[in-house]
């Protein structure tokens, strides 16, 4: 109940979980608390529209992260769009023309495909399976992309 007494309506999110190989249908009373069930920072997370009215939520560092401490997923919930490569936990959303959120349609197609490791992102980039992710700067040139195995950092004397 909320504090004028009028019940709150929980709605129905998905969530992905690429390390233990999960997707299932959540409820929460807002965004924010599906979030927190869904393990992601309200602070760090991006946002992404996957298909017409469903979006995705995941920590926006996430394939930034060293590749061993990684659980990676493709997604393609629009044959329009390309297949992208994610790690860690995710949240799918859904909402209407008004952009107001509504409740998931678990009965909506999706195309996830579980990824064992950086070896196989790698092998799935050259097949083509995915697009190797990159972040680019305002004028268009790649400013970080997806490696699998980085440099690591120089230690500090």
Known sequence: MSSRGIARERM?????????????????????????VAKLDTCTVLHADIAPGL????????????????????????????RKLYSGNALLYAFDVAGQNINVDPTKPLHLTWIS????VEAAIKEGF???????????????????????????N
């Not at 233990?20 to 249908?25: D, G, P, Y």
């Not at 920590?59 to 919930?77: N, V, W």
């Not at 995915?130 to 500090?156: F, T």
């Open 12 to 36: 129905q999110f998905g969530l992905i979980d690429p390390r233990r190989r999960v997707i299932c249908v959540i409820e929460a009373g807002s965004f924010e608390a599906a979030l927190v």
């Open 55 to 82: 979006a995705i939520a995941v920590d926006e560092q996430s394939l930034m992260s060293r590749p061993e401490q990684q659980s990676y997923f493709a997604l393609q919930a629009d044959p329009r769009r390309d």
């Open 117 to 120: 490791g950086p070896q196989e």
């Open 130 to 156: 995915i697009e190797r992710p990159e972040v680019l700067s305002y004028n268009g040139a790649v400013i970080w992309e997806w490696q699998p195995n980085p440099p690591r950092p120089e230690k500090m």
